[in-house]
């Protein structure tokens, strides 16, 4: 092969190459610029849910407080209405203050009204926001403990449950409301927060209300 040729068919070949990687570099570049299109959509997403999540909370610190005091360490509401049970009892019916019975009810409309109202913002702003409503009861310390049906454990979450049974009997049932969920739970003569001196403590005796905005799907 002559001199000619060989060069002829390197710078051919050498061409060709460049051409190829210039290819390859184009389709990386395209490829990146996607990716990061894609990751800047999704950030900005996250931010966008981040920002309304705290303006939830924000809404949801500012519930009526003529029912609930907010206590931002633990990032609970305590039930301002003090209901005082029997020793060993839960039932709600067993409360004859009217007036009381009243504002426990104004109270459950009030939470209702909330979460709609925060689900319609949620609507508005296109976001996947989901609420989790949390019911504690609490019991006093007073060293009730028959055996393990019959404890304040057990006892403290009756008196959430029978609170939420006395709500969905004036026609309030958070947990159909709306992308909610709501759970009963009861802690005893722990949790937080307590109210010293802790023995025999009526203050104790009371419910307490967390509202949490989360991203994700709840299925009612």
């Given at each position: 092969?002559?001199?000619?040729?060989?060069?002829?068919?390197?710078?051919?070949?050498?061409?060709?190459?460049?051409?190829?990687?210039?290819?390859?570099?184009?389709?990386?570049?395209?490829?990146?610029?996607?990716?990061?299109?894609?990751?800047?959509k999704?950030?900005?997403?996250?931010?966008?849910?981040?920002?309304?999540?705290?303006?939830?909370?924000?809404?949801?610190?500012?519930?009526?407080?003529?029912?609930?005091?907010?206590?931002?360490?633990?990032?609970?509401?305590?039930?301002?209405?003090?209901?005082?049970?029997?020793r060993?009892e839960?039932?709600?019916?067993?409360?004859?203050?009217?007036?009381?019975?009243?504002?426990?009810?104004?109270?459950?409309?009030?939470?209702?009204?909330?979460?709609?109202?925060?689900?319609?913002?949620?609507?508005?702003?296109?976001?996947?926001?989901q609420?989790l409503?949390?019911?504690?009861?609490?019991?006093?310390?007073?060293?009730?403990?028959t055996?393990?049906?019959h404890?304040n454990?057990?006892?403290?979450?009756?008196?959430?449950l029978?609170?939420?049974?006395?709500?969905e009997?004036?026609?309030?049932?958070?947990?159909?409301?709306?992308?909610?969920?709501?759970?009963?739970?009861?802690?005893?003569?722990k949790?937080?927060?307590?109210?010293?001196?802790?023995?025999?403590n009526?203050?104790?005796?009371?419910?307490?209300?967390?509202?949490?905005?989360k991203?994700?799907?709840?299925?009612?």
């Amino acid at each position: 092969m002559s001199k000619n040729k060989k060069e002829s068919f390197f710078w051919t070949s050498y061409s060709d190459l460049m051409t190829s990687l210039f290819f390859v570099m184009l389709v990386l570049f395209v490829l990146t610029i996607a990716l990061l299109h894609k990751r800047n959509k999704g950030l900005a997403i996250q931010l966008a849910e981040y920002e309304h999540i705290e303006s939830v909370k924000k809404a949801i610190n500012e519930i009526n407080p003529d029912y609930f005091e907010y206590r931002p360490e633990f990032k609970k509401h305590i039930f301002r209405l003090q209901v005082q049970y029997p020793r060993g009892e839960f039932e709600i019916s067993r409360i004859t203050n009217s007036s009381l019975l009243s504002e426990i009810e104004y109270a459950g409309r009030d939470i209702e009204r909330k979460i709609n109202n925060l689900k319609q913002d949620t609507i508005n702003s296109k976001l996947d926001i989901q609420y989790l409503v949390i019911i504690e009861g609490q019991a006093s310390a007073d060293g009730y403990n028959t055996d393990k049906f019959h404890n304040n454990d057990v006892l403290s979450y009756q008196r959430a449950l029978g609170l939420k049974r006395f709500w969905e009997s004036k026609g309030i049932y958070l947990d159909k409301l709306q992308n909610c969920e709501l759970v009963i739970a009861g802690s005893g003569e722990k949790g937080v927060p307590r109210e010293q001196p802790d023995w025999r403590n009526e203050r104790n005796q009371r419910f307490l209300i967390t509202i949490i905005p989360k991203t994700g799907v709840i299925n009612n």
